[in-house]
């Protein structure tokens, strides 16, 4: 029997995804390099990873980037670094991710200029621009100016590519990092399409685009979700967020074609539920979770990238980004997954759960829209609120074993993993040395331009953004006169203002059901008696530029659950600032969160002030993805404690608090 004839095939396979690896580190000519060796090996697209420093807007030698250069992505700080960033990679020929938010224009302009000095026809460019700005006050940290400025700015990026580069999505409205933060399906759908409305909405008032065009808008605008390893469940999100994204682009938008309202999105798997014990279960949780997206052949994934196996021990190597990526050729190509129609077609378990997360989700969107829209619900810290305590309750099943999570709170017995056998050779390393290179090559690129030309359009940027003028025409001409990253969102930063997130701590309680708090409350409230003090105090500081604050947020409530009185000022402190918090606020403990890998430039600096300050008596613990041999430096620059990944049992690291400062005051 020929096999290809087997009922339920299809006469043609299904065209695979496009398969990225999320890419960038050091140096625009070291990611150029990694960059061609990952399309050798059959990549088909690129996802660009930016650092910190560029994503919210800082040039590599300001303050604030200090130990973040190069670190999480590559420093992209003027026109130069992006011809660098695609040397001999034809733009015209390449479907580009770039993970950037508030400074998306800037880059969008750096990337259509390097287009055009190659010679592509820019009508030709595919890509993404991430671009959800929304998200960025909830969970990931990198915004810069306030809601409605963003907005705008992601309105006229839409006006623009519609114009200029029509097969470019000019927004990937990104539920990713809502998962992190602690979403549950219902809430990632709900949140991320009432964000997806917000940006339709302003692009339709803006008056930039024809009624009649919306069609066109719509079928620009691309997700970029998150897949956990619930597989089932998260098949069953993607086929609601199609079905509720059919209705709203038909209802409140008027859109008649069903093709462009076809849910198009793209995914990176759960990275932060990778573990550091046993790290070679990540392998198989990867795996698992891209099943999630790419099973259903109705609302399957047009672009995957998966993390490495390795991502909660440090930065991956070119090899463990290989590992990923031929991860999706298997199933690609060796598989018969793309060989068949949908088969979940008929099922009623799957029909079930999809009508249960689309009447979770359209109730959330309501809600949203009823508080005035998700803006609304930002400044309000509505959303905030419901996604720390979603994560609260999340890690609370998690902490009492009711979430298994195979080797962190069961199955924990192991033997040493040959993976991690070469210790940090395990991940890839940073040279100290990328960030003083960073520096000095913007001030050598601002010392070689023409100074009247730059004042000149940045003059004409300020200007056009203190009217309802489309800035991307201003953002080009500073991109030609040779304006920094620095120096186009430090401009935007006069006319609209820089902005900080409501926090979420209010509404966040997670200790309920915890029977070991009681025991800790006890310990916290009598070394209060002993000190001589009302209560306890703790300062949650975020130092530099890592704005994913969930962990620090979930320390800051179950702190407070214990008796702790907590200071957190939320993210994108200056070690003086921290050091000034701790003095003024008189507190008895300082814990850091750093995620970054920043750790070994900003934990030192806080130190350092708070010995100048007169209180190197104050202890220090520190957080974070922190390899082992970082630790040991820490502890030996005379950090109390480090907690890493493997820490989960959130009352256990608040008891070691305790015992922390009792050590420091000398407490028996």
């Not at 999105?265 to 392998?283: D, H």
């Not at 001589?532 to 962990?551: A, C, F, T, Y």
Request: hydrophobic fraction near 45%; include cysteine; aromatic fraction near 6%.
């Amino acid at each position: 029997m020929d096999e290809k004839a087997l009922p339920g095939r299809l006469p043609e396979r299904d065209r695979p995804w496009v398969m990225r690896t999320y890419a960038g580190h050091s140096s625009a000519a070291a990611t150029n390099a990694l960059f061609r060796r990952n399309l050798a090996k059959g990549q088909t697209g690129l996802s660009v990873a930016f650092d910190l420093p560029t994503q919210t807007g800082y040039d590599p030698d300001h303050e604030l980037a200090t130990g973040e250069v190069g670190r999480v992505g590559v420093p992209v700080a003027h026109l130069g670094d992006m011809r660098a960033l695609f040397d001999g990679i034809p733009l015209a020929d390449m479907n580009t991710s770039m993970t950037i938010n508030a400074p998306a224009m800037w880059l969008l302009a750096l990337y259509g200029t390097v287009g055009a000095e190659q010679g592509a026809e820019l009508s030709r460019c595919a890509g993404t621009t991430q671009n959800d700005i929304i998200k960025e006050y909830l969970s990931r940290g990198t915004h810069i100016f306030p809601p409605a400025a963003s907005l705008r700015l992601t309105a006229d990026i839409v006006a623009h590519t519609l114009k200029a580069m029509p097969r470019w999505n000019p927004v990937n409205i990104c539920s990713y990092h809502l998962q992190e933060a602690g979403a549950t399906p219902v809430q990632e759908v709900g949140f991320a399409l009432s964000t997806a409305v917000a940006v339709l909405d302003a692009v339709r008032d803006s008056g930039q685009v024809p009624a009649e065009r919306m069609g066109d808008v719509v079928q620009r605008i691309s997700f970029f979700v998150n897949a956990g390893v619930r597989f089932v469940e998260e098949i069953a999100k993607m086929r609601a967020f199609g079905v509720l994204w059919d209705e709203i682009t038909r209802e409140r938008y008027g859109v008649q074609d069903p093709k462009q309202r076809r849910f198009r999105y793209g995914v990176q798997v759960n990275s932060l539920g990778l573990t550091e014990a046993q790290p070679e279960n990540n392998i198989q949780r990867i795996v698992l979770e891209m099943l999630g997206v790419t099973l259903s052949r109705d609302a399957r994934a047009r672009a995957v990238q998966l993390p490495a196996w390795n991502e909660a021990l440090g930065l991956p190597r070119p090899w463990d980004q290989q590992w990923s990526l031929r991860m999706q050729q298997v199933l690609a190509y060796e598989s018969d997954l793309l060989e068949y129609p949908d088969l979940f077609e008929g099922s009623h378990v799957m029909t079930a759960l999809v009508d249960g997360i689309v009447a979770g989700a359209r109730a959330e969107l309501e809600r949203v829209l009823e508080m005035g829209g998700v803006v609304a619900a930002v400044e309000t810290g509505y959303l905030k609120s419901a996604l720390v305590a979603s994560l609260a309750e999340r890690r609370r099943r998690m902490e009492a074993g009711t979430d298994v999570v195979v080797g962190v709170n069961r199955f924990t017995e192991t033997e040493p993993s040959p993976l991690t056998a070469a210790g940090a050779e395990a991940v890839e390393q940073v040279d100290p040395a990328v960030e003083a290179a960073a520096a000095a090559s913007v001030q050598r690129w601002r010392a070689g331009r023409d100074d009247a030309a730059v004042e000149a359009a940045l003059a004409r940027l300020r200007a056009d953004a203190a009217t309802t003028a489309n800035l991307m025409p201003a953002t080009l001409e500073c991109v030609r006169a040779g304006v920094t990253t620095g120096e186009w969102a430090g401009a935007l930063r006069q006319v609209f203002g820089e902005y900080r997130a409501p926090t979420g701590l209010a509404g966040g309680t997670g200790a309920g059901g915890d029977a070991t708090l009681g025991a800790v409350r006890e310990r916290v409230a009598a070394t209060a008696r002993e000190l001589g003090s009302g209560r306890l105090r703790l300062l949650v500081g975020k130092p530099g530029l890592d704005g994913h604050s969930n962990g620090a947020e979930q320390i800051a409530v179950r702190a407070r659950d214990a008796g702790f009185e907590v200071v957190y000022q939320g993210i994108r402190l200056t070690a003086g600032q921290i050091v000034a918090a701790a003095v003024e606020e008189d507190v008895d403990l300082v814990g850091l969160s750093v995620l970054s890998g920043s750790h070994l430039a900003a934990v030192p600096a806080v130190l350092a002030g708070l010995r100048v300050a007169g209180r190197p008596d104050l202890p220090v613990v520190v957080g974070g993805i922190i390899p082992a041999g970082d630790a040991d430096q820490l502890r030996a620059a005379g950090v109390a404690r480090v907690f890493t990944p493997k820490d989960f049992a959130l009352t256990g690291i608040i008891d070691e608090l305790v015992t922390v400062v009792r050590e420091a005051n000398g407490l028996r």
